[in-house]
């Protein structure tokens, strides 16, 4: 077999079976290797920015890394933004890059560029294959990288002869990723602080906020000594619904931030990081945490956090399992304008259980959080690392991940300009998303922002650079350019009919919600 | 004023005219700015890809940088892999790039990444604005750095604070950039290498191509010693048309490469590199140049190529003048199916004179400029490093360059799907751009990679992988989305009609030639 068979082997052989592509010449012998490995299945992507943003979202479905092919340094340079929010989020990928024949290196070919130092700054873990007898312990020790713990962005560069060349080296395993369980002397610690008369605090992270049970363990611990929960910004993936006590993200803003954690005594953390503001603003501070908490890790990134969290609770006097329905059911919205309010309503009530919703909201986001708190039990994948265009990426991704669960991206208009081309990869694949263009025409979180930063009021030629209505966006045409039913929603009443009627399909469809 | 408003002025009192931008919370502060600076036009992109290739299209055809405005690492992230081709088209671009507050940069938020690390690989020139006193000085530098020679991408780094900080400093002036004459020797040893019966081949880059009259004196070069000459693959732009002597660029497959330079003695470069092979392939040499052929440089990048080959032109005895017209005028082809061939006899037949082309046909690239020699006189931009994506991005910079121009965008289907973004900046500003897509369905050029590379024979999931057929993209949907008028052709005698339309109309319109 070729080094690119030896390759993709191993990677089956120790459970990847996706590969999210866009390949060039450097990269044909992996293509072709693909017809003699049936476990792997390739995706096709336009655009780099989709096979990254895809692999995060399927790690964060499954735990497990999906590869994203990617072509030399441009390719891997279009990846980097999506690649940025997944080494945020702790989500394991095998980013493969080409590179040259090492033969072909030291020429300054048209394509050459400084791969590792593109990779460096999104990767945990970075090999280059240094020969074809290599190969497979090469991408062994890729996916052990990315596995962690803790996890993270595992980059392969793969030099093309070592691609075409012949290798039968045998197909190294990778062993299971073990988590470590939490430490007994800080939940001994954390306890002795529950018992006291302190105001603790919880940040959660990583895997706690996408167990149920750990969600119900933070759910008793509040109830029974008034803890506060806060969920970390970059964590990948939570529950949310009816059913489970709701852990709200630390605020977006620092002022609301700062709220939110005033008057905490002790903040512990569980895969969790200390948080900090999105952004500096003149006379505003960095972190939101009160002067003089004292901070301890429950589980550091990379431990068991739910498990810390059960064993606190259970361990916790007073502390009583919650009943099973929190929030109201919500309605749908009365028929009238199309708000905010009016989609996040009609949403909730009308949400599959077990929906996965891709979220790059933005400026429309707190509100309809606050509606799908009441809606069917379901998980939010929120953008992590603050670089914008993940959200309709990380659709695929959970849909090919999750084939049996509905998934619904909630998109605002200027996010979903930066990585469209998600949604041919949608209709390719039949993936069953249904994607909510929250059409505002403006990219309104700067409108926000440009008063947060003191900037002087905006004159016309600075509105203009916030404006996205001169022309108008069509997302119905977009996305039936791409293959994907859609249609445009202009009252609450229009919208919860094409909602209804996208629920009761399956395969790929884009509402455009006119606000 | 604020640093902000120092940055801007100091571009905009040496010459910078025009920002392409997709800003942040981090860059509020410079887009407010915009409006207290009159002479500087702020121009919205939808992806950062956009605003690097619009400013690599931009500085092409002014030879002087645009800015380029990008939110933090991500933000640079998109914008790489256009960068790459601005880099090796060595392209005078100031990329402006927004940082947290340095207050900010010790906590790790959200956004947070080594922008420097991502910059390095495509900037000849790096600065981070040291503090609010140097930002004048800074900007300054950059392009300084951008303008060489060599020209470039210059790098600003922008901390947050710096730019809403006060500041009165002086606006610093950047010296006009001085191109060295060719040395004097250089010329003497062409003369007599010229004067011997050597076999002498020059290659043309830089700004040696886009110069008629540069071309005239390659021409008679070639007229008078049999001297055959290339074009450099990185070369930015280059002349052609009927009334210019034809300069092949170093065709692209190794074997061609082969057989165009066989048989050369001496060969000279004129602000070009050493061409070697786009990839490199399993018993094929990198380099098309042949054993024992002896390298000069006539003109190092940043010299004054074509004054050194009107020089030599002069000096050398019976070198005539040519004909004004070199070409045969061609005719619009014949209705019938509409094949690429087709496509370019008629495309060469109604080109306007002075049309600005920014070229990325990729597999179809070959035929088309063989019937555009015979079209009137016009300028084409290539892809210069390779990277897909760069087309639509170009034209928009082109158009802004010269709104006294048309720019026609010979667009591949495949490629035109990296960056369609551009079609909406298009349709902003008016801009008066035809595009033409080339709907073969297909990645044809790896049709022919996966071939060529030994890969075997492509099997149904290796085949499905370089397949955009499953579904069709529809680009008259596409462009109508994003307010540019489209139609689609699917005869010679349509797309004749279409496009004389198109060439009689002023504004952005788009025409998919259905191959």
């Known amino acids: 077999m070729t080094g690119a068979e030896c390759l993709l082997r191993t990677l089956a052989d120790n459970g990847v079976r996706v590969c999210f592509m866009n390949p060039g010449t450097s990269e044909m012998h992996l293509v072709a290797a693909l017809d003699r490995i049936p476990q792997l299945r390739g995706i096709l992507c336009l655009q780099e920015a989709v096979c990254a943003g895809a692999a995060?979202?399927?790690?964060?479905?499954?735990?497990?890394?999906?590869?994203?092919?990617?072509?030399?340094?441009?390719?891997?340079?279009?990846?980097?933004?999506?690649?940025?929010?997944?080494?945020?989020?702790?989500?394991?990928?095998?980013?493969?890059?080409?590179?040259?024949?090492?033969?072909?290196?030291?020429?300054?070919?048209p394509l050459s560029s400084d791969i590792a130092a593109f990779a460096r700054t999104v990767s945990r873990h970075i090999v280059t294959v240094p020969g074809v007898d290599a190969i497979g312990a090469a991408a062994a020790?890729?996916?052990?990288?990315?596995?962690?713990?803790?996890?993270?962005?595992?980059?392969?560069?793969?030099?093309?002869?070592?691609?075409?060349?012949?290798s039968n080296f045998p197909l190294p395993r990778v062993p299971a990723a073990v988590r470590p369980a939490p430490e007994p002397s800080r939940l001994e610690q954390a306890l002795k602080v529950l018992a006291s008369d302190a105001r603790a605090g919880f940040i959660l992270g990583g895997s706690a906020l996408a167990d149920h049970g750990a969600l119900a363990a933070a759910g008793r611990i509040a109830d029974a000594r008034g803890a506060r929960f806060f969920g970390d910004r970059t964590a990948p993936r939570n529950r949310s619904g009816r059913e489970d006590f709701w852990v709200r993200r630390v605020p977006y803003f620092p002022e609301d931030a700062g709220l939110a954690l005033a008057g905490l005594t002790h903040l512990f953390f569980v895969e969790a990081q200390v948080p900090v503001s999105f952004f500096g603003y003149a006379n505003t501070p960095a972190s939101p945490v009160p002067e003089g908490c004292a901070l301890s890790?429950?589980?550091?990134?990379?431990?068991?956090?739910?498990?810390?969290?059960?064993?606190?609770?259970?361990?916790?006097?007073?502390?009583?399992?919650?009943?099973?329905?929190?929030?109201?059911?919500?309605?749908?919205?009365?028929?009238?304008?199309l708000t905010v309010d009016a989609l996040g309503r009609t949403l909730a009530a009308l949400l599959p259980a077990e929906t996965i919703i891709s979220d790059e909201m933005i400026s429309s986001r707190e509100p309809v959080l606050a509606h799908l708190l009441h809606a069917a039990p379901h998980d939010q994948l929120p953008v992590t690392g603050g670089s914008i265009g993940q959200g309709l990426p990380v659709a695929v991704g959970a849909a090919v991940a999750c084939p049996a669960r509905k998934v619904c991206a909630l998109e605002a208009d200027g996010s979903a300009m930066y990585s469209l081309q998600a949604l041919w990869t949608m209709a390719r694949e039949n993936l069953d998303v249904v994607t909510i263009v929250f059409a505002n025409r403006r990219y309104r979180i700067l409108d926000i922002e440009m008063r947060r930063t003191g900037a002087a009021a905006a004159g016309p030629k600075a509105?203009?650079?916030?404006?996205?209505?001169?022309?108008?966006?069509?997302?119905?045409?977009?996305?039936?350019?791409?293959?994907?039913?859609?249609?445009?929603?202009?009252?609450?009443?229009?919208?919860?009919?094409?909602?209804?009627?996208?629920?009761?399909?399956?395969?790929?469809?884009?509402?455009e919600a006119m606000l």
Chains 1, 2 share one sequence.
């Open 297 to 337: 890790t429950l589980a550091a990134p990379g431990e068991d956090g739910p498990a810390a969290l059960k064993m606190l609770a259970d361990e916790l006097p007073g502390s009583e399992l919650r009943p099973r329905v929190l929030y109201a059911p919500p309605a749908v919205a009365a028929d009238g304008p």
């Open 141 to 166: 020790e890729v996916i052990a990288g990315a596995l962690g713990p803790p996890s993270g962005v595992g980059t392969l560069i793969i030099p093309a002869d070592f691609s075409w060349s012949p």
């Open 56 to 109: 995060d979202g399927y790690a964060r479905m499954t735990g497990f890394p999906a590869a994203a092919l990617l072509h030399l340094g441009p390719g891997l340079g279009n990846a980097l933004s999506n690649l940025h929010n997944a080494r945020k989020a702790r989500s394991p990928v095998v980013a493969l890059v080409g590179e040259h024949a090492t033969t072909h290196l030291r020429h300054d070919a």
């Open 463 to 511: 509105d203009a650079m916030l404006a996205l209505d001169r022309p108008e966006l069509d997302f119905v045409r977009l996305a039936q350019g791409m293959g994907v039913r859609a249609t445009r929603a202009v009252t609450a009443g229009e919208f919860a009919a094409q909602l209804r009627l996208a629920f009761a399909h399956s395969g790929p469809c884009l509402i």
